[in-house]
């Protein structure tokens, strides 16, 4: 049904909010106060045409902007779109009652983030290789990408060549690309069997082509340049399509709170630690103890520290904290903590930090929610919050990073 709405506010997805006599709608690539048409089903509205646009409407940078689902936020003017961002973080505290002024956003730059994942589907009109259009399953093959690197976007006819010769049906498929100090890591997942001839093919293109390292289905393929990430000093080489901070800049930002935060604690405990990203930074001040569910990211972080020179020591340990939180008893044995969990939070684990003696808790979060629940959980154990900063890593998309800093007196048990 095809009808025409005004736009009241903007949903925490991103999506223009029009309120009708059944209920909300909510539209994509919209913005408060615009006038649209848009082919309206249950709560989801196709923008047709925008008849009366906001001033906050800017020309997106992205020929792409409307069609991929990859950015929700290219339209909106600068300043508002910040705002939003600090927004999203705000009103989850609010909702957990946290009363506390955030510090200044730390912005993202377009044409820096060095890892992506992209979709691919082998067509009998050619391979697709992009981003899947908002709420469908459908890939939009992508030409450019306004929040990649440069290096990542000029490999995307070569990405295509290999996609090419390692996919042998037409199910759809992810490849995970990740910028690296000596050349790109190329992860391809979910694209089924792989004939030994398909993957000496594809083993020879990427060293004629000079990728770091090609893998598929988490098995290496070809590894021509062991992949670097830099932590701080340390070079690490994580796992195929391993977790990683997504901008490197942002990362540092990141870690640079983290770190003036425990700058005095000379044992930490960097809980979900990932390979490294904080617990190499902090190992040279303090020592470390790291602990991850994934055995592989934990082996490529203790490589990297034992590799290294001028780091304290630093110990790792495998554990599910989802299943396993470290107790608040293990946990007193340490002057500061930092944990990084997925979005699902730490719930378990700060009920545990919330019961120890630590003083200095840093908490990273790409969720602003399960960041509100965790906090309200540590605060209610005793801790302070002394400052909570939003970082745009994830650009022109409804998702935020935080990092939240917390302290309380250490008590004789």
Not at 177 to 195: I, K, L, N, R
Not at 368 to 373: G, I, K, N, W
């Amino acid at each position: 049904m095809n009808v025409r709405l005004r736009i009241d506010s903007l949903g925490g997805q991103g999506d223009g909010v029009a309120r009708t006599e059944r209920g909300q709608v909510f539209v994509p690539f919209t913005l408060p106060g615009e006038i649209v048409n848009a082919a309206v089903e249950r709560d989801r509205g196709t923008l047709m045409a925008v008849v009366e646009p906001s001033l906050l409407r800017v020309e997106p940078p992205c020929r792409h902007f409307g069609t991929c689902g990859g950015c929700s936020l290219q339209h909106m003017e600068g300043a508002a779109y910040r705002a939003f961002k600090a927004e999203r973080v705000a009103s989850a505290l609010k909702r957990e009652r946290i009363d506390v002024a955030l510090e200044p956003l730390v912005d993202c730059a377009p044409d820096s983030r060095r890892r992506v994942v992209l979709s691919g589907r082998k067509t009998t009109g050619g391979m697709l290789l992009g981003y899947h259009r908002m709420q469908s399953g459908e890939i939009v093959d992508i030409e450019e990408c306004r929040i990649a690197v440069p290096s990542i976007v000029s490999a995307l006819p070569l990405l295509r060549d290999l996609a090419g010769v390692v996919c042998q049906n037409t199910k759809p498929f992810h490849v995970t690309v990740t910028a690296t100090e000596t050349g790109h890591d190329v992860a391809f997942a979910d694209v089924g069997d792989v004939p030994d001839a398909a993957r000496r093919a594809a083993g020879d293109m990427a060293i004629r082509q000079r990728l770091a390292r090609l893998s598929i289905e988490g098995d290496i393929v070809v590894e021509h340049h062991r992949p670097a990430i830099r932590y701080g000093s340390v070079d690490v080489s994580p796992p195929p399509g391993s977790f990683l901070q997504a901008v490197a800049s942002a990362e540092e930002a990141m870690a640079g709170l983290v770190m003036a935060h425990l700058a005095k604690a000379k044992r930490v405990a960097d809980l979900f630690c990932g390979s490294g990203a904080f617990a190499l930074r902090l190992a040279r001040g303090s020592e470390v103890h790291a602990v991850e569910a994934e055995a592989a990211p934990l082996a490529a972080l203790d490589r990297g520290f034992r590799f290294s020179t001028g780091l304290k020591r630093v110990t790792t340990e495998k554990r599910d904290l989802f299943r396993r939180p470290l107790t608040f008893k293990e946990l007193d044995a340490f002057d500061g903590i930092v944990f990084d969990p997925p979005r699902a939070g730490a719930e378990d684990q700060s009920r545990q930090i919330a019961r120890s003696n630590v003083p200095k808790v840093a908490a990273v979060s790409c969720n602003p929610t399960t960041l509100a629940r965790d906090l309200r959980i540590l605060i209610d154990g005793g801790y302070r919050l002394v400052g909570v900063t939003p970082v745009d890593q994830f650009l022109w998309s409804p998702h935020v990073e935080a990092v939240a800093l917390l302290e309380k007196p250490r008590k004789r048990r």
